[in-house]
Nanobody, 124 residues
């Protein structure tokens, strides 16, 4: 099993930035693609971004393209999400996820391990 712990969430004004981190531990050798998802109250979980093991392939949800950047440091077993130009509609609980697949995907069910989430609140 892989344990994932997110951090870096908080309250920020619209237009501001936050950097989320996700520290992985446990059987990290089984991790390949990793991703970020988010869920706002009374809404379905939404894909945000994903990245392959080497970092050369990334995917982004349409609502965050051009504003968010996903990256990873495999030596530190850490995944990052740099969020710029934040909007009130970005307010959600952000989850980190790890997959045993090589190719990153946008589908939650392809991810085997999930963190507990970190709250991001963007005020207008």
């Amino acid at each position: 099993q892989v344990q994932l712990v997110e951090s870096g969430g908080g309250l920020v004004q619209a237009g501001g930035s936050l950097r989320l981190s996700c520290a992985a531990s446990g059987r990290t050798s089984s991790m390949y693609a990793m991703g970020w998802f988010r869920q706002a109250p009374e809404k379905e979980r939404e894909f945000v971004a994903a990245i392959n093991w080497g970092g050369g392939r990334t995917l982004y949800g349409d609502s965050v393209k051009g504003r968010f950047t996903i990256s990873r440091d495999n030596a530190k077993n850490t995944l990052y999400l740099q969020m710029n130009s934040l909007k009130p509609e970005d307010t959600a609980l952000y989850y980190c996820a790890a997959s045993g697949t090589v190719i990153p995907t946008t589908t939650p069910r392809t991810y085997d391990n999930w963190g507990q989430g970190t709250q991001v609140t963007v005020s207008s």
